[in-house]
Nanobody, 122 residues
Framework: QVQVVESGGGLVQPGGSLRLSCAAS????????MGWYRQAPGKQRELVAS???????NYADFVKGRFVISRDNAKNTVYLQMNSLKPEDTAVYYC????????????????WGQGTQVIVSS
């Protein structure tokens, strides 16, 4: 009933930039927070950045000053502008949306995308 789809990953050289996009669609009544997480091989999934419905942002320390999260509520879309990329940023990046569906108002469910691979390498 709700789909979350990421795009924009790829291969980039150290110091380069990428912009990730994530669109939620389906039976959506409202979306509370949206966020980006990442998971590197052999590591746990970790929060990269999140944004509330009114634009409040939260960043992991390891991306502060390099990544910017933004959101278009009209399009149910969240973006992650990644600058000054480092090899340690290599991971699968996942989008998360906290959704209230049309059918079940009063409840908030987490929906995840399938992930998009980011590789930072020379």
């Amino acid at each position: 009933q709700v789909q979350v789809v990421e795009s924009g990953g790829g291969l980039v050289q150290p110091g380069g930039s990428l912009r990730l996009s994530c669109a939620a669609s389906g039976s959506i009544f409202s979306i509370r927070d949206m966020g980006w997480y990442r998971q590197a091989p052999g590591k746990q999934r970790e929060l990269v950045a999140s944004i509330t419905s009114d634009g409040g942002t939260n960043y992991a320390d390891f991306v502060k000053g390099r990544f910017v999260i933004s959101r278009d509520n009209a399009k149910n879309t969240v973006y992650l502008q990644m600058n000054s990329l480092k090899p340690e940023d290599t991971a699968v990046y996942y989008c998360n949306a906290e959704v209230t569906t049309i059918q079940l108002r009063g409840y908030i469910y987490d929906y995840w995308g399938q992930g998009t691979q980011v590789i930072v390498s020379s």
